[in-house]
């Protein structure tokens, strides 16, 4: 009797105009009159709140409509967006300005030393690696334009290089075979 009260409450909260049959005395009984084994009236207010969320939804949408329909919300969509397009076209120039950087004739290293990562640096520069006999120094180089400045991202790899935090380090995986 218990697992079987237990199974049916555990479906009788969220249940509301169905009938069942008892498995007693096989006679019809609706659930939303109350629990058939314990006589209890139905206390969920599930379905209240259901018809409540509903009537709340409804007039949501209907304000969200009449708000995204108005000129001043209209013409503020068209600002923003117009000014994301702009934002977008601003990065989108600027990274690819910085691939053709190390090109310029004023670039002061040379092209082939400079190795882009784009993220979160630039580039890093192999000084004489390839321009001269030995390497002489690692640079990591971060191209600005404008007015532009370093995000904090770039702005905690330069605290690190700048305080000594950096390490080389070798990764060696065995039993690779090719």
Not at 155 to 172: A, D, L, R, T
């Amino acid at each position: 009797m218990k697992d079987f009260e237990k199974k049916l409450n555990v479906y009788y909260d969220d249940i509301n105009e169905i009938t069942v049959t008892c498995p007693f005395c096989n006679s019809p009984y609706e659930l939303a009159r109350g629990n058939p084994v314990t006589g209890k009236r139905r206390e969920s207010k599930i379905f209240d709140l259901q018809l409540e969320n509903i009537e709340l939804s409804n007039k949501y949408d209907d304000l969200n409509e009449n708000y995204l329909n108005s000129p001043e919300v209209k013409n503020l969509l068209k600002q923003n967006k117009k000014e994301a397009i702009q934002k977008s076209k601003i990065v989108n120039n600027s990274q690819l300005f910085e691939r053709f950087v190390p090109m310029f004739k004023n670039f002061p290293y040379f092209n082939k030393d400079a190795k882009h990562l784009g993220f979160p640096t630039d580039y890093i520069i192999f000084d004489g690696l390839y321009s001269k006999p030995n390497l002489e120094k690692i640079i990591f180089l971060e191209i600005k334009t404008n007015n532009s400045r370093l995000n904090s991202n770039e702005k905690q790899v330069e605290k690190c290089i700048n305080s000594g935090n950096v390490e080389y380090k070798i990764f060696k995986k065995t039993g690779i075979k090719w």
